[in-house]
């Protein structure tokens, strides 16, 4: 990297502490008046909760974080950038983060159809294609991407500007994620015909058939795959078989429907396709390590 380059990129990152720290603070997630970006800081290494997380771009502004997506650990730091193109489950937590030195991080939520839109534009352009490849990458930000974050955090503080102006700046981000050192993954997961995009396809019809019996051999029908094929690339995009995905997605918005929408664990359990509360209880332990009710109580009162 050259030497006004680096300059450039220390410039935006003091311009986006002052401005996040000047927002935030005490330790929190910080939805904006901007629609899919989210502001966060750490005072110190509490993990910052199990999630099923849509896909995003975070960016380190301060600190070091330790992601989980799917099977795969991600540390990063300070001016590198995480993007993760599929919906699955994860869990962070910030590194040596304290009151004096917080953790600042911030992400935007990718808008999938405008990747779509874009990926297809430069197929047609002739952008080269590329290998095969996973669902999360990790890699430095440049000076445009974290430029580019620094117009989104800016407008934060011209409000009125906000419905015009953030959706330009999130198709240029979007532009530069595609075809910056991350794009691969991006691209591949939102170009038709691709093998990563037919797994994208599979986790579509997860999601909206949620209570819905899993036979995979019926999944890869759909979406034109070999069972063998889909069974390979969805564990290459998203750390998991089909039938575990499709077992963590079910639990994840079972926990949604409790604390969001107050449901019972039976009546949650039941939404989601579970015959047997029984089994859902055991399985909602084994993956968030306390029974539902119990679960929600704690959860309930950290929100307090």
Request: hydrophobic share 40%; charged share 25%.
């Amino acid at each position: 990297m050259k030497e006004d380059e680096e300059s450039g990129i220390a410039e935006i990152n003091a311009a986006l502490r002052e401005r996040l720290l000047r927002r935030m603070n005490r330790p929190g997630n910080y939805p904006t008046a901007v629609e899919g970006l989210m502001l966060i800081r750490r005072d110190g290494g509490d993990c910052g909760g199990r999630c099923f997380e849509r896909p995003l771009a975070a960016l380190v502004v301060q600190g070091r974080k330790h992601s989980v997506f799917g099977d795969g650990d991600y540390y990063y730091g300070e001016n590198q950038c995480l993007v993760a193109g599929v919906d699955m489950p994860s869990q962070f937590n910030a590194v040596d983060a304290t009151p004096e030195r917080p953790f600042l991080s911030l992400c935007i939520y990718l808008d999938q159809r405008m990747i779509s839109e874009l990926s297809m534009e430069m197929a047609r352009a002739g952008l080269p294609d590329s290998v095969e490849c996973g669902g999360v990458a990790v890699a430095d930000a440049g000076p445009d991407l974290m430029g580019g974050m620094l117009r989104l955090v800016e407008l934060l503080d011209k409000e009125e500007q906000v419905p015009f102006r953030a959706p330009l700046i999130m198709r240029d981000l979007h532009y530069l994620l595609l075809t910056g050192p991350q794009g691969a993954v991006l691209r591949k997961l939102n170009t038709l015909g691709t093998r990563n995009n037919q797994v994208v396809q599979a986790i579509s019809w997860l999601k909206k058939n949620i209570e819905k019996p899993l036979r995979v051999e019926e999944l890869a029908r759909r979406v034109h795959m070999s069972t063998s094929s889909l069974h390979r690339h969805f564990k290459a995009v998203t750390g998991f078989s089909p039938l575990q995905y499709h077992k963590q997605l079910r639990l994840y918005e079972a926990q949604r429907l409790m604390l969001a929408e107050n449901e019972r664990a039976a009546s949650a359990a039941m939404a989601v396709g579970y015959e047997s509360v029984t089994q859902f209880n055991r399985e909602y332990k084994r993956l968030f390590g306390e029974p539902p009710h119990r679960d929600m109580i704690r959860r309930r009162e950290r929100l307090l």
